[in-house]
C-alpha cells in the first residue's frame, strides 16, 4: 500500500511539476516572442511615432527646397499663396517666412511679421538646415516653436504636434532632436533619456510598463521615447497570448493524462506481477553460452519470462524495472533461481559439466536478504557450486560494501561472478580491480561496433584488454555473425552468446540444443585431433 501511495504521490508530483515547467516555458516564450515581434516588425511605438517625425522633417526640407525654387517674384501674390497653401495642408505649421539674410521680407502664417530672431542658431547641419531650439525668445502665444530654416525660407513648428500617438488614451512619448529635449505628449510628462535606454522595446517592471525607443540621424539626429502600459502591448498580442494559452492547456491534459495512464498501468502490471510470483507462473528461458574455437556449448543464461493473463508476453526490460519499484525483485529472483537450479540439476545428470548463470539485480545486493536466501538454497540442494554463476551489473557494484562482502563469501562458496553489460556503466579498471570477479561480459553495444567506424568498435579492444589484465574469463554478448565470431576469436575472447547461436530457448529446446551442438562439436574436435 505504501508503495503505491508513493507511485501516486510521484506520478502526480511529476505531472504538476510538468504542468508548471510546461505552462511557464510557454509564458516565457511569449513574452520572448512578442518582444521580438514588436522590435522586429514595429520596434515599439517608439518607431512608429519616430518614422512619423522623420517623414514630416523630410517633408519640410523638401517643402522648403520647393519655395526656395519657385520662379516666381519674391512676395508675389503667387509666392504669398504658395506658402499659405503649404502651411495650411500642414497642421504642425505655425507660419513660413521669406528672408534675405537676417531680414524677414513677407511670409504667412500667425507670427509677428518682422518674424522670430532669437540671438544665435542652435544647431547648423551639413545638410544646410538651420535650427533654432523652442525657447521663451520663439515663444509665441504660450507656445515655444521649432524653427527651421533652409535658403531663404523658413517654417516655424509647432513641436507639441510633431508627436502623433493616435487615439489610445495612456501613450506617452518625448521627442529629441540632437540630444536636446523638444517635445513630450502628453505635455509637461518625463520618460527616462534616451540615452539610459537600449534601442527597441524593453519592460519597465516597476511602472508596469512597456518602453520603446526608437533613434534616427537620416535629416537631424532624433530619438523618440514612448511608453504605454502593459495591458495595451499584451493587448495587440492578445491572439497568441490566448492561442498559446490553448496550446499550453491542452498540452498539460494531455500530459497529465498520459502520466496518469501510465502509472495506473504500472501499477496494475505491478499487480499482476505479484500475483503471477505468488502462482508461480513465471517462467526461464535459457540461451545457450557457446566456446567460440569449437562451438561447444558450456552453459546458458537464465532469463525471466512472464506472460500476462491474457497471453500478452512483457519484456523483462519492462519488468524487472517494475519489480525493482515495487519491491518485488528478490522474489523473482530466488524463483529464476530455484527453477534454474532445478533445470541444471537435471541437465547435469547428461551433461555434468553444463553451467547456469542467473542475472542479480542490484537490489539483491543492497542487502543480505537474496544473498543468504541465495546460499541456503544453494547448501540444501546437491548441486555444485560450480554449476551457477552470477551475473551482476555495473550498477550494483556502485553500493559497494555490503556488495563487495557478499561477492566474496559467494566466491568463497564456490560460485563464480560474472560482470554484466560491460562498459555501459561508468566502472574504471581501477575500479573493477577491488572487486573479486571471475567473469566480464562484453555488452551488445560493443559488439554491434566490430567492424564499423563507430568510436565503440575502438573501446572493445581496450576492454578486452582489461579483462585479460584482471586474469578475467570473456564472454562477448549479442553476437549475430560469423564476422564478429571471426574477430573475437582473433582477438582472445573466449565465449560467445547470441542469436547466431540461438535465442532463449524453453528446457527443453535446451535440452535439444546440447544434444546436437555438443554432439557435433565433440565429433569436430575428434577430427581435429
Ligand atoms: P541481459 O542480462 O543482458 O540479457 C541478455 C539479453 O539480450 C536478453 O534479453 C537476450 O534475449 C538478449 N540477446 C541475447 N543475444 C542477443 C542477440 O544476439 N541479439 C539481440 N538483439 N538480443 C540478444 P531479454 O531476455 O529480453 O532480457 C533483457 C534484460 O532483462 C536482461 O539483459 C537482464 O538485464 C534482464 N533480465 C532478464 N531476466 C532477468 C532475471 O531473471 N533477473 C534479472 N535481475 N534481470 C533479468
Ligand atoms: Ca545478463
Ligand atoms: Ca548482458
Known sequence: MLRRRRVIVGSVSAALAGVAIVFASILWLLWQESITSETAYAGGLATSVGQKVDRIFFDTRKMLTDLNQLPVAHCSAEHLKAMQDAAISRPYIRGIGYWQAIKRICGVGLLPSEGLKPEHADRIYPSGVIAWWPSPQTSVGGVQLFLLRYGDHDVALDPRLLLDLGPRPNREAELWVDHLRMASAPWGMRLPPPDTLPIGVSLDSVHSRIISHFADNELLPVDV?????????????????????????????????LILRYSRHRLSLAMELRQALAAGSLEVKYQPVIELAS????????????????????????????????????????????????????????????????NLSPEDLRDERTGHALIQSLAASDLSAGAVKLEITERALINSDVSRALIRELR????????????????????????????????????DAIGTEAATSQVIVHVIEMA??????????????????????????????????????????????????????????????
Open 412 to 447: 568463497q562458496r564456490g560460485h563464480r561472478v560474472a560482470i554484466d553489460d560491460f562498459g555501459t556503466g561508468y566502472s574504471s579498471l581501477s575500479y573493477l580491480q577491488t572487486f573479486e570477479l571471475d567473469v566480464l561480459k562484453i555488452d551488445k553495444s560493443f559488439v
Open 225 to 257: 521615447v514612448a511608453a504605454e502600459p502593459v495591458g495595451d502591448f499584451l493587448g495587440r498580442h492578445s491572439k497568441m497570448l490566448g492561442l498559446a494559452a490553448g496550446l499550453g492547456l491542452l498540452l498539460a491534459i494531455a500530459w497529465i493524462y
Open 295 to 358: 562451438g561447444r556449448c558450456v552453459g546458458s543464461e537464465a532469463l525471466a519470462r512472464w506472460n500476462r493473463e491474457n497471453g500478452e508476453p512483457v519484456s523483462p526490460l519492462v519488468f524487472i524495472p517494475i519489480a525493482e519499484e515495487a519491491g518485488l525483485i528478490q522474489d523473482l529472483t530466488l524463483t529464476v533461481l530455484k527453477i534454474a537450479m532445478d533445470d541444471v540439476r537435471r541437465v547435469r545428470t547428461e551433461f555434468p559439466t553444463v553451467s547456469v548463470n542467473v
Open 468 to 529: 585479460k589484465a584482471l586474469n578475467l574469463e570473456i564472454v562477448a554478448e549479442g553476437v549475430e555473425t560469423i564476422e564478429q565470431v571471426d574477430w573475437l576469436v582473433t582477438h582472445g575472447v573466449t565465449f560467445g552468446q547470441g542469436f547466431l547461436f540461438g535465442k532463449p530457448l524453453s528446457i527443453g529446446d535446451y535440452v535439444e540444443f546440447l544434444r546436437t551442438q555438443n554432439r557435433h562439436a565433440f565429433a569436430e574436435s575428434r577430427r581435429e585431433s
